[in-house]
């Protein structure tokens, strides 16, 4: 990775900034009244306005011909994408961003996993990059387990303002349930890298391809939303709450995240950018105890600390084998990052 300058740090807090703060502003808007499914309607749908000049200006002298197989492909992105963020916002609504931000970590041990089930990653048990991923990822589970059964005695209590503790806590918590469809939106999540590995082989134009990925998921959200969600008063995006969120999911969820994570890894590589992703659940915890009031449990602390663990273990698996060159299936899913950032953002659109 080499020496690595001050801006590229900067940018990675930022980005990680910007990811908790779309988990706290699709909470906002989900308590206010909007469906999840709503939500993801319409963060989907701007954000493909921002996306379709963008990237047809970025990629206006190289854009790849659209096949059918190409487009088909898109949707099958956009499936998974959208399947992702309703199971994703149902979580954080039963649960809470500090939650999320902690199951996120679970996605790069659930890759391994459905790689290996494919058959696009062998297990090689004499190798300690495979050991280590292995290891790591039962040890990311076993977090995540804790973290979402496992209360405790509470180590730290604030106080907040009643209306605006009982927006984000209120009779709807439920950590178990919300803890479960974030596993779901994990798993949906990883197959969403391993397809778009595929798409990136055959089309290097990442721009577009979010874009085409954000067009189908508000289309494909659209359709749910005529046939589950009856309630017209969910539909409203008058001014306040919900739309102040959807805006800033469509804006700083897609269209800064992904430029700044982009630029990131062209210049220090997947590993690096991933290494940052732990230090989402820090800042969510410290937002929800300081502004929300939310109470910091012993479980939820040695679990968030077990992922954690987990997570650099599955990093330092990838990292070593990366550098020894170990020729593996699942090496288009992960030295190709390198060249394919999107492949590391992994909670843009969730």
Known sequence: MGKVGLAPVIGMMMAECAQVGLMFAGKAAMSDGMSNLVFVFYSN?????????????????????????????????????????????AGIYYSSPTLSTAMLNLVPGFTFILAIIFGMEKLDWKSSSSLAKSVGTIVLITGAFIMTYYKGPHLLMTSSPPNLSLQFFGPQTNWVIGGLLLAIDCVFTSAWLIVQASILKKFS?????????????????????????????????????????????????????????????????????????PLGIVIS????????????????????AVIVTGFYSVMWGKAKEGNSGVETGVRSLESSSQKDPLLQNNFEET
Do not use: N
């Open 45 to 89: 749908a701007f954000a493909s306005l921002v996306l379709l000049p963008a990237s047809l200006l970025f990629h206006r002298s190289q854009i790849p011909p659209l096949t059918l197989p190409i487009l088909s492909a898109f949707f099958l992105l956009g499936f998974l994408g959208t399947s992702s963020q309703f199971f994703g916002y």
């Open 205 to 277: 134009a990442e721009l577009i391809i979010v874009f085409f990925y954000c067009f189908f998921v508000a289309i494909q959200s659209a359709i749910l939303c005529l046939l589950m969600e009856r309630d017209l008063s969910s539909w409203s995006l008058k001014p306040g709450v919900r739309l102040v969120a959807v805006l800033y999911s469509a804006v700083f969820g897609s269209a800064f995240q992904v430029g700044v994570c982009t630029w990131c890894l062209h210049r220090t590589g997947p590993v690096f950018v991933a290494m940052f992703k």
């Open 285 to 304: 915890a410290a937002v929800g105890t300081i502004f929300l009031g939310e109470t910091v449990y012993l479980g939820r602390f040695i679990g968030a």
